[in-house]
Structures are given as structure tokens and as C-alpha cells.
């Protein structure tokens, strides 16, 4: 199972709103809705912000969405804060019921 | 408040064993999936295995058949019986409950040294 994609970095400015993306295949990303998306501080333990695509568990911000299309998911972030300067996973569940997660991006907050 | 605290880790040789533990609080363990994550040094998450409440079993291709998956619901524990360590296995290893499929509660980690 090949690691999904996403950029390897992304910025915005405070106030803005920024897009990751995260690329995988009809075996994983396109053929379920089970997307989830991770926020990992410097050595600290990575925070589940999304699951099944859409959903914000509780005590996550609702500056924080998530989407998908075909084979790509996507975590917006809107009214960027510097608390928010952090690396992002997203993560798929798998035609082989595993789960595989991306390469990670490191959002700057500029 | 759901607690996942991780224990076991430590220096092996390459080819070695390693047993780690996650002990589980404030849920009722026998009724979640449970799985391991990694993280090697500077690098990203990667998926290692996960175990259903039926107890079915669960593998990345890259531990397949040197790691084993284990829960023991009687006493709220998941371990990860690792042999024939390797480098490549050298990462802070982070139990974590599932949950609509994603990983909802993670522990602190312990970290996993392969080095002779």
C-alpha cells in the first residue's frame, strides 16, 4: 500500500485560508468515505481534526473542514491562526481494511 | 477521561525482540478496534497494525509476519510482540483507539531503538 500524497508544505498569512491536499487511489481515498486528518505539533502526539471525510470530533474548531473528490480529500483551514503552525497527516481506510496515511505537510503560519 | 499509556520500548539489537504494552482507561476497551502507529525520526505516520473486537488481525505489508497484534480485554491491554527487528523499525510506536475509522485517542508513545 503506497503512502497517499500531499505537498510537503503549505503557508498562509493570519487570517487566511489555506487547502491541503491529499492524493490517493480508488483502493482507498475514492472508494470510501473513511478520510481522516491529523494535527501533530512539534514532539508532541498527533490530534485527530477530521473523520469520515467531513466530521470534526469535539473541541475541534469549526475553522477547520475537510472534503473530498474522486480520489483526492482536502483540509481547509479558514481564519488561520499562529496556533495552527503544525504538521498535517490525512489518513484513508483501505480496500484491504488496513489504513495508510500521507507523507504529512508543514503548515507555516507566515 | 479515555487514557492510553504505552510501556516497553528500549534499545534491541538488529534481529532482536521487544514486547510492547498499551494500558487502556476511561472506556470500555473490549468494545473498540485498537491499533499501533509509528513514527521514525524526522519522518511521518505510518500505519504498523490494528486488532478488531472480534480479535481478527491486521498488518502493514512492511511487518508483516515479524509483528503480532494482541488485546487481552480482562485486564484493557494491547501489546505488539516485535521480532527480527530491523533499522527500519526504529520510531516512536503510538497505541491508539479507532474509531469511524480513524484514530481517536492516541497514547504518548515509546520510542523503539534498533542499533548494535
Known amino acids: 500500500q503506497s503512502a497517499l500524497t500531499q505537498p510537503a508544505s503549505v503557508s498562509g498569512s493570519p487570517g487566511q485560508s489555506i487547502t491541503i491536499s491529499c492524493t490517493g487511489t480508488?483502493?482507498?481515498?475514492?472508494?470510501?468515505?473513511?478520510v481522516s486528518w491529523y494535527q501533530q505539533h512539534p514532539g508532541k502526539v498527533p490530534r485527530l481534526m477530521i473523520y469520515?471525510?467531513?466530521n470534526r470530533p469535539s473541541g475541534v474548531s469549526n475553522r477547520f473542514s475537510g472534503s473530498k473528490s474522486g480520489n483526492t480529500a482536502s483540509l481547509t483551514i479558514s481564519g488561520l491562526q499562529a496556533e495552527d503552525e503544525a504538521d498535517y497527516y490525512c489518513?484513508?481506510?483501505?480496500?484491504?481494511?488496513?489504513?495508510?496515511f500521507g507523507g504529512g505537510t508543514k503548515l507555516t503560519v507566515l | 477521561e479515555e487514557q492510553l499509556l504505552e510501556s516497553g520500548g528500549g534499545l534491541v539489537q538488529p534481529g532482536g525482540s521487544l514486547r510492547l504494552s498499551c494500558a487502556a482507561s476511561?472506556?470500555?476497551?473490549?468494545?473498540?478496534?485498537m491499533g499501533w502507529v509509528r513514527q521514525a525520526p524526522g519522518k511521518g505516520l505510518e500505519y504498523v497494525s490494528h486488532?478488531?473486537?472480534?480479535?481478527?488481525?491486521y498488518y502493514a505489508e512492511s511487518v508483516k509476519g515479524r509483528l503480532t497484534i494482541s488485546r487481552d480485554n480482562s485486564m484493557n491491554t494491547l501489546s505488539l510482540q516485535m521480532n527480527s527487528l530491523r533499522a527500519e523499525d526504529t520510531a516512536i510506536y503510538y497505541c491508539?483507539?479507532?474509531?469511524?475509522?480513524?484514530?481517536?485517542?492516541w497514547g504518548q508513545g515509546t520510542m523503539v531503538t534498533v542499533s548494535s
Open positions: 476511561g472506556f470500555s476497551f473490549k468494545s473498540y478496534v
Open positions: 489518513s484513508s481506510y483501505t480496500r484491504s481494511t488496513t489504513r495508510v
Open positions: 491508539a483507539k479507532l474509531q469511524y475509522f480513524a484514530f481517536h485517542v
Open positions: 469520515e471525510v467531513t
Open positions: 480508488s483502493s482507498d481515498i475514492g472508494g470510501y468515505n473513511y
Open positions: 486488532i478488531d473486537t472480534g480479535g481478527s488481525t
